[in-house]
């Protein structure tokens, strides 16, 4: 099992978090994460089940995953991740309630011009989940 990168790397002000790590000879697959405030917004994983058995292993999966950590840092900086990012206005929230209220319990409403995502804390979620089963 060959030790992991981990790195962090500032891209447009925003701080990402890229982590590379082998599962070892049990578990042949390196994963790539790439984290947005603590939240993954690309993944790679690749397999060496394959070559297993190679007497080069440490070699190649160590190569492996250095070339896999380099394609997740060079696609964050070419700008592969960069989204546009819309906020919803109180006013907007207030009027998008009263023609998408369903909408808003999943945390999308529909915008001239394309669906527009509301991102949620995992409290937010769990606290959304559990007024809609009291209700119930």
Do not use: C, W
Not at 9 to 15: A, D, F, G, L, W
Not at 67 to 72: A, C, L, W
Not at 100 to 127: C, H, M, Q, T, Y
């Amino acid at each position: 099992m060959q030790l992991g990168f981990n790195e962090n790397v500032m891209h447009k002000e925003v701080r990402y978090h890229v982590q590379t790590e082998d599962g070892g000879r049990k578990n042949p697959v390196i994963t790539t994460l790439l984290f947005k405030e603590g939240i993954i917004i690309s993944s790679k994983r690749t397999s060496y089940a394959d070559i297993i058995k190679s007497d080069k292993l440490d070699i190649v999966v160590k190569e492996i995953m250095r070339d896999q950590h380099g394609t997740m840092l060079k696609n964050l900086k070419n700008g592969v991740f960069d989204k546009k990012e819309e906020k919803i206005e109180p006013q907007q929230l207030k009027t998008a309630e009263k023609l998408a209220p369903e909408g808003l319990n999943r945390g999308a409403v529909e915008k001239k011009g394309g669906p527009l995502v509301e991102e949620k804390s995992l409290d937010d979620i769990i606290l959304e989940y559990l007024s809609l089963s009291e209700k119930e």
